[in-house]
Structures are given as C-alpha cells and as structure tokens.
C-alpha cells in the first residue's frame, strides 16, 4: 500500500502547478504580444531614425526639403526632348553642357536614355527651354569669358 502522506503531496503538487499554469497562461499571452509591439516599436524608431539622417545631409549637401520640393513645379524630362532643344538651338552637346553644368558625356547619357538627371539639373533643363539661339550662344560666350578670367587668376 502507498504512503499516503506521499500521495497527497503528489496530488498537492499537481493541482498547484495546474493552477499555477491557468494563472500564468494570461500573462505569457500578454508578454509575447508585449514582445510584438516593442519589435513593431523599434522598426518604426529605425525608419524614423533612417528618415532624419537622409534628411540631415540632404539640407547639409545644399539641397533642399521635400516639402520644399513639393512647392516647386514638376519638370518632365524626355530623352527626345533633350535632344530636340539642343538640335534646335543649334550647339553641341559639349556647349549645351555648358550650358546646364555637366559634361558633354552626361548629355549623351540623357539622349540615349542611359541616365536621368538629378533635381538640380532638371531645373536647369526647364531654364533653358525658353532660351533661343542667339541667346543661348551669348550665354555661352559669357561661361567662356568667366573661364577665361578664372584661368588667368589660377595662372
């Protein structure tokens, strides 16, 4: 026959941990979607942290806000429209570089559809399309000028 002393602390032991595991039971639930809103937390703080820092060099590069950018007129940029200005213009995509403030290489990148020109660049894009043949030669003139004097300075 079993020691009854031994049977009512096993039966004792039991109901313990039953009741132990029906009161803990709540509270792992609510610990484990604790765990999923602190994660769901944290990645929206990296996103927000990974927002200001963009933002942070954009402003230190120069450029500017997007809000900022959103009260400025959209510019549409066309590889054909590129090419046609220029054509009509009557310069080389050397001069019309110039012009705008890259290379002549970069110009052939953008009429042959191998790159799309940055913010800064798009607004000078839309500058020039209202400038005609004799105005767009004289404004040339006046870069090479301004060249000039600045060699002369270096030298």
Do not use: C
Not at 24 to 32: E, V, Y
Not at 79 to 91: C, D, E, F, L, P
Not at 103 to 129: D, G, I, M, S
Request: proline content about 2%; aromatic content about 4%.
């Amino acid at each position: 026959m079993p020691n009854i002393a031994v049977m009512l602390k096993q039966e004792i032991t039991r109901l313990a941990r039953r009741e132990t595991r029906s009161l803990t039971k709540s509270l792992s639930k609510a610990s484990a979607q604790f765990r999923k809103d602190i994660a769901e937390l944290k990645r929206q703080n990296s996103k927000a942290h990974a927002e200001i820092v963009r933002l942070q060099r954009q402003v230190l590069k120069g450029g500017t806000a997007p809000a900022a950018e959103a009260d400025t007129k959209k510019v549409r940029f066309t590889a054909a429209g590129v090419t046609s200005q220029r054509k009509r213009m009557g310069i080389s995509a050397a001069d019309y570089g110039k012009l705008i403030g890259v290379t002549a290489h970069t110009v052939y990148k953008w009429e042959h559809r191998a790159a799309k020109p940055r913010r800064a660049q798009l607004e000078a894009l839309a500058a020039l399309r209202g400038m005609g043949k004799t105005e767009a030669k004289a404004r040339l003139q006046e870069l090479g000028a301004k060249a000039a004097a600045g060699r002369k300075k270096k030298g």
